[in-house]
């Protein structure tokens, strides 16, 4: 029993079958450790009732990082979610490297022909909110809290995290002010399409 209790545990992560280059995978990024973490339960949610309309040739990845240790899941049709990664410790989802390696392991465990992203948290695009922060994305109130001291991701860092990546055929953010010829400018060589707000999004999301 011992035997066979060892030989069972390995640390991979469960690939798709056969490990098939698939057409399309999308990516979803959920920085909720914040004041959003049940807005973002519930887009969670919303994306739940709408796995059906996920085809075959496509997978879906999340990464939920809300008032708990963050989560990658794979959302399957039929409305099903499953747990893929769960995180030992807490993490802080605005840190670069955290954001770097989160994306790059779903990246090489699920590889595509075409890659999108979807980036939702607090944001302040292009406008200056610190003196020492300027455009950024994201909040990680770092404690679980759920308030919306703590840290943030400048633009320019988000850049060099999504350049480690293959070429996204779009970005969509579900988060305040990202739709600015500043923000295009900065990212207009990581994705081919951006797709946000120009001004505030409500707490429930974006359409």
């Known amino acids: 029993f011992g035997l066979l209790l060892i030989s069972g ?3 991979t992560l469960p690939l798709p079958k056969d490990n098939v280059l698939s057409h399309r995978t999308v990516l979803v990024y959920l920085a909720g450790e914040n004041s959003l973490s049940y807005d973002l339960k519930s887009d969670l949610n919303e994306m739940i009732e ?3 309309a996920i085809p075959d040739s496509c997978n879906v990845l999340v ?3 809300g008032l708990r240790r963050p989560v990658i899941y794979r959302l399957l049709p039929n409305r099903r979610l499953v747990e893929w990664y769960a995180y030992g410790k807490d993490q802080d989802s605005c840190d670069s490297l955290v954001m770097q390696l989160a994306l790059k392991k779903m990246v090489q465990a699920f590889p595509s022909s075409h890659y999108g992203l979807i980036m939702a948290s607090h944001a302040s695009g292009w406008i200056p ?3 020492s922060l300027r455009r950024s994305f994201g909040i990680d109130d770092t404690s679980n809290a759920g308030t919306n001291a703590g840290t943030e991701m400048e633009l320019s860092t988000l850049r060099g995290v999504l350049e480690t990546l293959p070429h996204l055929d779009y970005i969509f953010f579900d988060a305040c ?3 600015s010829v500043e923000t295009a400018y900065e ?5 081919d399409w951006i797709v946000a707000s120009p001004a505030e999004i409500p707490g ?3 359409p």
Do not use: E, I, R
Not at 187 to 191: G, I, N, Q, S
């Open 9 to 11: 545990c390995h640390d």
């Open 50 to 52: 709408g796995s059906n």
């Open 63 to 65: 990464y939920y990082d």
């Open 129 to 131: 909110q610190k003196k």
């Open 177 to 179: 002010f990202m739709q």
């Open 187 to 191: 990212l207009k060589d990581v994705a």
């Open 204 to 206: 429930p999301g974006a």
